[in-house]
Structure formats: C-alpha cells, structure tokens
T-cell receptor, first 114, second 112 residues
Framework: DTGVSQDPRHKITKRGQNVTFRCDPI?????LYWYRQTLGQGPEFLTY????????KSRLLSDRFSAERPKGSFSTLEIQRTEQGDSAMYLC????????????FGSGTQLSVL | AQKVTQAQTEISVVEKEDVTLDCVYE???????LFWYKQPPSGELVFLIR??????QNEISGRYSWNFQKSTSSFNFTITASQVVDSAVYFC?????????FGKGTLLTVNP
C-alpha cells in the first residue's frame, strides 16, 4: 500500500494559463474524489468517480475545470484559463466501496495563480 | 444539506494538558457517518476515527477518545495528555452517501 500520490506538490502559474494535476489512487480502490481546500477552510467536494465514470460534479466545478479517470486508474484534473481565485490546495482521495468505507487522502497539489 | 460546525477556530495548550475539540453536525439522513481527520503541517489528511449513526458507543484509542451523542448532534474529540506532535488542524467530517462535508477545522497548538 503506497498510499495516494499526487503530482506536482506545488504549481505556480500565471493567470490565464492551463494547468493539469495528476492523482494516483491506492491500486485496489474503485472510488476517487477531488476536493479543494482554501486557507483556513475545510476541504470542499469537487467531483467523484466510481471506476472510470464521473458520477457527480459540484457546482464549484465551473466549465473551466475538467476531470478524467481513464481506465478507472489514475485521474487528472485540468483547469483552463486559470484565475487567481483558483489558488488553493487540490486534494485527491480514494476509497474502496464497503460498509466501512474510509477515504485515504493524498498530500495535495498547492496551486498558486499569479 | 449536511453541515458541520467546529466552533473552536484555534486552541492552544501546554504539553500534558487534556484538550477537547467540539463538533456539532446537522443532517437529515437517518444513516450517516462521522469522522475525525488530522491535518499536520505537511498537509496530508490523516484518518483518526469513523462512527456510524446507529452506534453511539464511545471509543478510546490510546490518548484519543470520542464522545458521540445523537441527542445533541455532537461528536467531540478529546486528547489526553497532549503532546507537541498533536499540533495540527483537526477536522470533523460528516459523510452522506459518498460525499464528505468538512467542518472548518480547529487548529490545535501544543506548546512544550
């Protein structure tokens, strides 16, 4: 069990640029989640995959955001035309569907939009 | 809609003191799950405990204990004999279906 890994750990970009983050979940986990955390706040739900299917997107996820999980393994989160308000920590989590489901989180990608 | 309130924004204690972190939740679900996560300065969220809505038995794990009371919709977390390594942000979380709703967190600082 190598845990949930996210890449990169930090990303600094200029406003208007596109960025892409990657998440590798724990290998046997069929569910994958993206959350966003701003300073002084708890993480907020963005989107959720069951295997390769994206089952829900939060209203926080504007049309500039897109997430994929091809083949139900790793996932990518892309933000197009970044804005300063996108600056946040983007957290990925994974879990295995069960009655005792527990989410395991990665260390996150800290995005700074200048 | 789910809501989790952690009224304590910051708590500062001296090592070896006991400290209780408060959590009040709101939900319309009859079945729900409550969690506590710890977020140290490294940023990774660390799972501490999960409770089901139908199991009000309190739990103790080492220096950690949790008091779940449905009558007051509270799920409080106590650290006994706090240590400097306990310094972190602690989140109380409610899960409905697959979605987690986090409180705003309580920053705990344990001073030597």
């Amino acid at each position: 069990d190598t845990g949930v890994s996210q890449d990169p750990r930090h990303k600094i970009t200029k406003r208007g640029q596109n960025v892409t983050f990657r998440c590798d979940p724990i290998s046997e986990h069929n569910r994958l989640y993206w959350y966003r955390q701003t300073l002084g706040q708890g993480p907020e739900f963005l989107t959720y995959f069951q295997n390769e299917a994206q089952l829900e997107k939060s209203r926080l996820l504007s049309d500039r955001f897109s997430a994929e999980r091809p083949k139900g393994s790793f996932s990518t989160l892309e933000i197009q035309r970044t804005e300063q308000g996108d600056s946040a920590m983007y957290l990925c989590a994974s879990s295995f569907t069960s009655t005792n489901e527990k989410l395991f989180f990665g260390s996150g990608t800290q995005l700074s939009v200048l | 809609a789910q809501k989790v309130t952690q009224a304590q924004t910051e708590i500062s204690v001296v090592e070896k003191e006991d400290v209780t972190l408060d959590c009040v939740y709101e939900t319309r679900d009859t079945t729900y799950y409550l969690f506590w996560y710890k977020q140290p300065p490294s940023g990774e969220l660390v799972f501490l405990i999960r409770r089901n809505s139908f199991d009000e038995q309190n739990e103790i794990s080492g220096r950690y204990s949790w008091n779940f009371q449905k009558s007051t919709s509270s799920f409080n977390f106590t650290i006994t004999a706090s240590q400097v390594v306990d310094s972190a942000v602690y989140f109380c979380v409610n899960r409905s279906n697959y979605k987690l709703t986090f409180g705003k967190g309580t920053l705990l600082t344990v001073n030597p």
